[in-house]
């Protein structure tokens, strides 16, 4: 069975641009969470989707967006980048909202210059 | 406030000697507690999940357990490719909460 995948793996924008992030759960996976990993801060929740729907949400500010799409493929958005957006950013599927163990994506490495 | 500590923040070992990993928790409505191995650069890679307390899991040299209050990751007689970031992660209600992980350096 395929693991969590996730596109782009690495990604350098410059400050102001946006970034789209890609996210496809294990397959009959209908969860997908989306994290931001930095030394710092170790991992934070951004958001969780399920059947196409924001079930929870973290403490980001409205520059971090998401979507679910039918198939469960999830897409995570940053718009007008800053330098502290510069992370890690992991997706996790599961089989259920907030149900049982997730598994992590690879995850995309993104770079603000 | 719902928040998992982790410690020691780094653990330095030589190969062979045997050690714990601490994890505790402060979550109400705990559903599970799960630990992750994370290789630099990589995404965390799952490893045991836990239930209710005075549950063990093994898996090869790693043993998890579990008390109301905090869990234990020991690692008996590790290997160099032990060495990774070893996070911990309780499931409340319905939101995970991470702690800051163990970075174990295993020395041959």
């Known amino acids: 069975k395929a693991g969590v995948t996730q596109t782009p793996r690495y990604l350098i924008k410059t400050r102001g641009q946006q970034v789209t992030l890609s996210c496809s759960p294990i397959?009959?996976?209908?969860?997908v969470s989306w994290y931001q990993q930095t030394p710092g801060q170790g991992l934070q929740f951004l958001f969780e989707?399920?059947?196409?729907?924001?079930?929870n949400k973290g403490n980001f500010p409205g520059r971090f967006s998401g979507r679910q799409f039918s198939n469960s493929r999830s897409e995570m958005n940053v718009s007008t980048l800053e330098l502290g957006d510069s992370a890690l950013y992991l997706c996790?599927?599961?089989?259920?909202?907030?149900?049982?163990?997730?598994?992590f994506g690879p995850g995309t490495r993104l770079t603000v210059l | 406030e719902d928040q998992v500590t982790q410690s020691p923040e780094a653990l330095r070992l030589q190969e062979g000697e045997s050690s714990s990993l601490n994890c505790s928790y402060t979550?109400?409505?705990?559903?599970?507690l799960f630990w992750y191995r994370q290789d630099p650069g990589k995404g965390p890679e799952f490893l045991f999940t836990l239930y209710s307390a005075g549950e063990e899991k093994e898996k090869e040299r790693l043993k998890a357990t579990l008390t109301k209050k905090e869990s234990f990751l020991h690692i008996t007689a590790p290997k160099p490719e032990d060495s990774a970031t070893y996070l911990c992660a309780v499931l409340g209600f319905n939101k995970f909460y991470f702690g800051s992980g163990t970075k174990l350096n295993v020395k041959p």
């Open positions: 996790a599927s599961s089989s259920g909202p907030g149900a049982d163990t997730q598994y």
């Open positions: 989707y399920f059947s196409e729907t924001q079930r």
């Open positions: 979550v109400s409505g705990l559903r599970g």
């Open positions: 397959s009959g996976h209908r969860s």
